[in-house]
């Protein structure tokens, strides 16, 4: 079993920086790929950024350039990094886990980021 417990989120000014994290239970050795979905009100959730175990990144078009996705595999957390927040940031961020064959989802309970305008 695997838990995922973020931290990092937070209420921003626009313009400005958070970094959130997720730290896993266990060995990430069998993740295939993780990373961070985000859900706003009434809004459908969305992926932001996942990386695979080959260290192959993809973002959503809309924060490409803004946020960065990395991990640390000896510390078994992966970091969102959030440059240039915008209003339409706001949202809870929940990390994600991609494990095994077959493939299981994980997820953790999610942090909320709020950017005020």
């Known amino acids: 079993q695997v838990q995922l417990v973020e931290s990092g989120g937070g209420l921003v000014q626009a313009g400005g920086s958070l970094k959130l994290s997720c730290t896993a239970s266990?060995?990430?050795?069998?993740?295939r790929s993780w990373g961070w979905h985000r859900q706003a009100p009434g809004k459908q959730r969305e992926l932001v950024?996942?990386?695979?175990?080959?260290?192959?990144?993809n973002y959503a078009d809309s924060v490409k350039g803004r946020f960065t996705i990395s991990r640390d595999n000896a510390k078994n957390t992966v970091y969102l990094q959030m440059n240039s927040l915008k209003p339409e940031d706001t949202a809870v961020y929940l990390c994600?886990?991609?494990?095994?064959?077959?493939?299981?989802?994980?997820w953790g309970q999610g942090t909320q980021v709020t950017v005020s305008s």
């Open positions: 266990g060995s990430t050795f069998s993740f």
């Open positions: 950024a996942s990386i695979n175990r080959d260290g192959h990144t």
């Open positions: 994600y886990a991609l494990v095994g064959i077959p493939v299981s989802w994980y």
